[in-house]
């Protein structure tokens, strides 16, 4: 049997949340549905953030409540704090995501404070979490270049990732925020954070906005991590990165796997046909 591979999907959260022309509830809520049903198991949905920062996603709640939830998917939201937290498991998400980053800049662009401030601040996100059984994912963004302080030490990228395996993070997402990295980049920072994180509690999360996305996932893959994150038809990127825009497209990734001889569980078929033209008319 082939290695099992794991899509995260990012596309309703990440990849949407940069359009200006606020999208219909039901559309959302469409395209999660469209995605589950082409075999995608983990889907992050929405954020609980304040409308003021993100007001495409103030409706989080509503659409967390419209989506028919297929058994064996898991669905999932980011919240950067307890109030968001609190949101998520009144929402009945299966996972809750926080965020921070291996830059200084960075974090205190994109959250208003410092790395040290924002594990801090999750530290109740957590204990909340394990209270309702809730796993928790860690987010780490710029790990390799900053918009804002340029290149970040492989060493910073370890100790960020060091303090949410300590917090209780069930899984790390290493994020090119830039889409700057490159193989050799990607393959210093695990040379560093593969010494005190096993592969399996990690995930690859690259932007395409150079065009090397798909190479920093075969180094990562090489180096054993089975779990990368990914857009719908490239939907998104980051607000608060200039330049950020160009998730790696789903697809991409799974014609990629495939013909790695990998096993994702998506129908890729389905996927192309189906999803991404639905997904491209969502784009402003």
């Avoid at 924002?118 to 979490?129: G, N, Q």
């Avoid at 990607?186 to 395409?208: F, M, Q, R, T």
């Amino acid at each position: 049997m082939s290695d099992l591979v794991t899509i995260v999907e990012v596309g309703p959260r990440d990849g949407l949340q940069n359009e200006k022309n606020i999208i219909p509830s039901a559309q959302k809520i469409k395209l999660i549905e469209k995605l589950a049903s082409c075999g995608i198991k983990r889907i992050e949905v929405t954020s609980f953030v304040s409308p003021k920062w993100v007001p495409q996603l103030a409706d989080a709640a509503e659409v967390m409540s419209g989506v028919d939830r297929l058994e064996g998917v898991s669905y999932s939201v980011l919240a950067p704090n307890l109030k968001g937290a609190q949101l998520a498991v009144d929402s009945k998400a299966d996972e809750i995501a926080i965020f921070t980053s291996a830059s200084e800049g960075f974090c205190q662009r994109n959250i208003s404070c410092s790395i040290r401030e924002s594990i801090d601040r999750f530290k109740p996100v957590i204990e909340l979490s394990k209270e309702f059984d809730i796993s928790v994912r860690g987010y780490v963004s710029c790990i390799t270049d900053c918009p804002y302080d340029g290149a970040v030490e492989s060493k910073q990228v370890g100790k960020v990732v060091g303090s949410l395996v300590e917090l209780g993070c069930r899984e790390i997402s290493l994020g090119d925020t830039i889409g700057a990295a490159t193989a050799n980049g990607v393959s210093a920072v695990l040379d560093v954070v593969l010494d005190l994180v096993p592969a399996e509690k990690l995930a690859g999360h690259y932007h395409n906005t150079n065009g090397q996305a798909l190479e920093n996932i075969k180094v990562s893959l090489s180096r054993g991590l089975r779990v990368f994150d990914s857009a719908v038809a490239g939907l998104g990127g980051c607000p608060y990165a200039p330049g950020a825009q160009g998730n790696v497209a789903t697809e991409d990734i799974v014609r990629l796997l495939h013909a790695e001889g990998f096993n994702t569980g998506v129908d890729l078929q389905r996927l192309i046909s189906k999803v991404v033209p639905f997904a491209q008319t969502l784009k402003n």
